[in-house]
């Protein structure tokens, strides 16, 4: 009889008898065991401790399909609304049974829950430790060497993280918090996901932008000079990434940004952007998705920090806000966008911008619908929309991302 035989733990009744009788809150009394008794108990704790993950997961997922309205009345008020959800969700991938028949672990089985070849992959991490296999998946995935497979890069954008952090409070700490953030999320995304190649963009010290803003009143980001202990920050930070082995990359006049976009179009392989930045959104295609963030959170089954990423595509992009990615820089022309101190055409807030590149598909078609007194724009948008028309060519400049820029493709390979 092996350990996945539905009778197992029928056959281990009398281990289970006794671990209740020596089992306490956080505590076993291994008092006069035996080594024989010490075998069973240990036989029976190790299945228990693999299985209670699906266990937990399978009674959320049916409590909550069944009571949604009250299914967490099920949990006491200690156990943790997010590990049950992150438990569902794997037990999601795998909803039958027999779907979970390999010799994995829990975590393997997290490891591989979103690859459509999961089943093969179990396959092959049947008989190793969740370390083991994450080391075979690493040489699986193509991280060695460039004729193993597809390469997948993060490309970073570290001055808004830096910022992130240093105007969190954490001060002299920002360089390292960011440094140790990014190579945990990248080692962690080359372990369970994939990822292949890391780089990390920074901002040039000028700013090409500005330039083009001088003769405006609304300034491209005038938003003053930084303290000198944030360039200290940020300088520290491309040095600590710099000796974790981690490529770092800025142009000339260019802002990470540009940097990002350009391999988002030049990498040869999927591209992932980490970032916040709303710009980021118009490199979004079949090759290129998002990820907005990533939250370290602890599991109370296995004690490990486990990482919930925030991944946004150019199908969500499109269905949240309804614009497809290619239209994004039309958008962000009308709409403006305060952060970078950018006006756009007075008196068009979010809605009204979206309704318009929709229906007229640029901001150039928009302006000469307004020209010709198309009726579906309002007369005093009208008169706005064709007032805007003298900084049309300086505005697209400030929101089009450059990807034309000569960048190092020899990224980071995570091996």
Not at 112 to 129: C, N
Not at 214 to 236: A, C, H, M, S, V
Request: glycine letters at 6%.
């Amino acid at each position: 009889m092996t350990e996945d035989d539905p009778r197992v733990l029928n056959e281990l009744q009398p281990n289970l008898t006794d671990l209740v009788v020596r089992a306490h809150k956080r505590f076993l009394n291994c008092s006069d065991l035996t080594l024989e008794e010490a075998e069973r108990l240990g036989t029976i704790i190790s299945i228990l401790a693999r299985d209670v993950a699906f266990w937990l997961g399978d009674l959320a997922r049916y409590t909550e399909a069944r009571w949604p309205d009250t299914h967490h009345q099920v949990w006491p008020v200690t156990q943790s609304p997010g590990q049950l959800s992150r438990n569902a969700g794997v037990c999601r991938q795998y909803p039958h049974e027999e779907d979970r028949r390999h010799e994995a672990t829990y975590s393997q089985y997290m490891q591989v829950a979103g690859k459509p070849d999961r089943k093969v992959r179990l396959a092959t991490m049947e008989g190793q430790t969740t370390d083991e296999s994450r080391s075979t998946k690493r040489t699986m995935s193509g991280l060695l060497s460039e004729e193993q497979g597809p390469r997948w890069l993060l490309a970073v954008d570290c001055n808004y993280y830096i910022h992130r952090f240093w105007h969190s409070g954490a001060g002299v700490e920002a360089a390292s918090g960011v440094a140790s953030w990014i190579e945990r999320t990248a080692k962690r995304l080359a372990e369970d996901k994939g990822l292949t190649d890391v780089v990390c963009c920074f901002d040039s010290p000028n700013n090409h932008r500005k330039q083009l803003t001088d003769e405006w009143e609304d300034k491209y980001k005038d938003r003053g000079k930084k303290e000198p202990e944030l360039i200290q920050q940020i300088n520290l930070a491309k040095s600590l990434l710099n000796q974790s082995g981690f490529a770092t990359v800025s142009v000339d006049g260019m802002e990470a940004d540009d940097v990002m976009a350009s391999y988002a179009v030049q990498f040869p392989g999927q591209v992932t952007l980490l970032t916040q930045d709303k710009d980021q959104r118009q490199c979004l295609s079949g090759k290129c998705n998002i990820l907005l963030d990533v939250e370290w959170l602890l599991d109370d089954v296995s004690g490990d920090h486990l990482p919930e990423y925030k991944w946004l595509s150019a199908k969500k992009h499109a269905e949240e806000t309804g614009i497809p990615s290619e239209k994004w820089t039309d958008y962000q022309m009308i709409m403006g966008d305060n952060v970078d101190g950018i006006r756009g055409v007075e008196g068009i807030g979010a809605k009204g911008a979206a309704d318009l590149v929709n229906e007229f598909g640029t901001v150039e078609a928009v302006i000469e619908a307004a020209k010709a007194g198309n009726e579906s724009i309002k007369p005093k948008k009208r008169d706005a929309l064709i007032a805007f028309e003298e900084k049309l060519d300086v505005t697209r400049k400030l929101v089009t991302l450059r990807t034309d820029l000569e960048i190092p493709l020899h990224t980071t390979r995570l091996a």
